[in-house]
């Protein structure tokens, strides 16, 4: 199985970007993806996740209302539209898939990760 996050840069407070996450080798429709990040000199967090089906999703606090999470079942895609960027949103992002329809903050119920893509907000 093989995660490509992609869409990473460097953006403004207040601009918005999107991530997106290519995925392969891997029964798509029947799992849980979720996004991560690591902000500097932290540890890896939960940004949000996405139900098999694309129809429920979760965010961490610190992201809701800002940042969507969808997905493209028919393209194995998944994405992190991200809005009104705040300096903290710095962070390399991660995408994941597990082999359960799970999509929660627990990063050890994930099987597979991608190799991260780089967000970085300035003033």
């Known amino acids: 199985v093989q995660l490509q996050a992609s869409g990473g840069g460097l953006v403004q407070v207040g601009d918005s970007l999107r991530l997106s996450c290519a995925t392969s080798?891997?029964?798509?429709?029947?799992?849980?993806m979720a996004w991560f990040r690591r902000r500097p000199g932290q540890d890896r967090e939960y940004v949000g996740g996405i139900s098999p089906d694309g129809v429920r999703t979760r965010y961490a606090d610190s992201v809701k209302g800002r940042f969507t999470i969808s997905r493209e079942n028919n393209k194995n895609t998944m994405f992190l539209q991200m809005s009104d960027l705040k300096l903290e949103d710095t962070a390399v992002y991660y995408c994941t898939i597990g082999r359960s329809p799970d999509y929660e903050a627990n990063d050890r119920g994930y099987d597979w990760w991608g190799q991260g893509t780089q967000v970085t907000v300035s003033s």
């Open positions: 080798g891997h029964r798509w429709g029947t799992s849980g």
